[in-house]
């Protein structure tokens, strides 16, 4: 380990288990181990503890008996395609192991309606087909590993930015050690598409004038605890018990009367979300939710500019289908 840690020395390294919460050894020498991070990650470590109150006619405590050791890791990456004309199964979105892990089911399509190839990710419809990964941590020398991750993605979309992935995974804490790890290759260099001009909102057929967008999938991730030789940690694994995907949106207030928000709200009635994102063959996704609700609204204002502060959730149209990833070629 180096005499100075520092933050910007990290490698976050992700790779799905072939069997739940055993070490899939993700390394940075593979190909697409590595995460390109656009800022540092944070560690959640914690530690529960039972008291003891001695019974000794002290005021004071003895020394706690630790028990629980919960842990969890935040990051957050661009969403970006390949530098590949198509996609195959080898040639998947870099982030793909990472979406599995959030309760989506994923689908390859090598000819669409449109001829295209085209990677597809769906709230999965089964838990027992939720994929998990092994994820470690390193920080300058010192690193966390952490076994059976799930948990969810919230993407970040701003006015003439790239799309951000954020990621918060819980997990079963395996070893911590201080550890030596060489540059990272196969860290992806495409340059994401931006959200402007190559990227457009429809509320139903209008297009609004959006600047800050999110979408998350809001999954409800249980760390399940129980006794077990094979938990040191005290927590066996981490479940997606249910999801309510949605976010919030900003849109300009610019005519009430052609398309009323106000009124959405009022009956509840459902929004057909589309958000894409690129124009480059393989660089390039689409979001897509066909039953938008609007559950709150409220007047903004941006330097003057009236707009509407609206929080939405997605829901099911025919089950397990409350939105749709699209990463086409």
């Known amino acids: 380990m180096a005499e100075l840690n520092l933050q910007r020395r990290q490698i976050l390294l992700l790779k799905t288990e072939t069997t739940y919460a055993t070490d899939s050894n993700p390394t940075e020498a593979d190909s697409f181990d590595s995460i390109k991070l656009v800022d540092n990650f944070t560690i959640d470590l914690a530690q529960e503890f039972v008291d003891q109150t001695g019974g000794d006619l002290t005021r004071g405590f003895v020394k706690p008996i630790g028990t629980v050791r919960p842990i969890g890791v935040t990051f957050r990456s661009y969403m970006s395609g390949i530098t590949a004309s198509s996609y195959d199964a080898t040639n998947k979105p870099p982030l793909a192991d990472a979406f599995r892990a959030c309760g989506m089911f994923e689908t390859l399509t090598e000819s669409n309606v449109a001829g295209l190839s085209e990677y597809a990710y769906t709230p999965a419809a089964d838990p027992c087909s939720d994929t998990s ?19 969810n993605l919230n993407l970040i979309y701003a006015a003439a930015a790239p799309v951000v992935a954020e990621f918060t995974f819980r997990g079963i804490l395996s070893t911590e050690a201080a550890t030596t790890r060489a540059t990272p290759t196969g860290i992806p260099t495409l340059v994401p598409p931006r959200w402007i001009d190559s990227g457009s909102i429809l509320v139903e057929s209008i297009r609004a004038n959006v600047e800050n967008l999110n979408f998350n999938t809001n999954n409800t991730v249980f760390e399940q605890r129980a006794s077990s030789a094979g938990s040191g940690s005290g927590i066996i694994r981490v479940l997606i018990t249910e999801r309510a995907p949605g976010g919030s949106f900003d849109p300009e207030v610019f005519d009430v009367g ?3 928000f106000i009124n959405l709200w009022r009956s509840s009635s459902e929004s057909l979300l589309v958000l894409n994102t690129g124009l480059d063959d393989a660089n390039r996704f689409t979001l897509t939710a066909s039953k938008m609700i609007t559950k709150a609204l409220g007047w903004g204002d941006n330097n003057g500019l009236s707009i509407f502060n609206i929080d939405y959730q997605a829901y099911e149209e025919s089950g397990d289908d409350e939105w749709r990833l699209i990463f086409e070629a």
């Open 258 to 260: 052609s398309h009323d």
């Open 133 to 151: 990964v092994t994820i470690i941590a390193h920080q300058d020398g010192f690193e966390h590993r952490m076994l059976g991750c799930r948990g």
